[in-house]
């Protein structure tokens, strides 16, 4: 009996790990080539605002979190840098800065979803038609799976 208790833990435990580790890797084995560096400088030229993601906020840890060059153009959002990979990644434009999940799920359905981001070395988004930048502060990079907060860069 010991022998089976045993055996269903140890099964158990790692059929529990590779859930962990599919979801983790998974979007990093399915994601799309990241845009070239050339491609990412050259949708950031004319910039209306830059910033950059940090890994220092209070919502990004171990495992969310983003660094790099956030520019913002009168038709798209450039990201040169990197995420940490995970699933259904989104993209936000929200009015006021927030720096975690617990400040950013009071004001989500006042924010702009901007789009998908499904690459983690850079990212090419367009803005949605009607969507003036200058509206709002800040951009953020959010789980819709997980609600968990990843990064976010206030830009003006």
Known sequence: MRRIVLAAVTHGAAVVLGFALGVYFLPVL???DSPTAENLQ?????????ADFTRDLRGSDL?????????????????EGRLAPGPD????????????????????SAARRIGDVKSFDGF????????????YT?????CEA???FITAARYR
């Not at 979190?65 to 798209?76: C, F, L």
């Not at 090419?124 to 509206?135: E, Q, R, T, V």
């Open 63 to 79: 495992l969310h979190w983003g660094e790099g060059r956030i520019s913002v153009t009168a038709t798209q959002i450039v990201h």
């Open 124 to 135: 090419i988004l367009d803005l949605p038609a009607g969507i003036d930048p200058a509206d």
């Open 89 to 108: 990644y989104k993209l936000y434009l929200v009015k006021e800065f927030v720096a975690h999940e617990d400040e950013f799920l009071p004001v989500k």
């Open 30 to 32: 399915t994601a799309p």
């Open 42 to 50: 050259g949708s950031a030229q004319g910039a209306l605002f830059a």
């Open 146 to 148: 997980f609600s968990e």
């Open 138 to 142: 800040t951009v953020l990079v959010w």
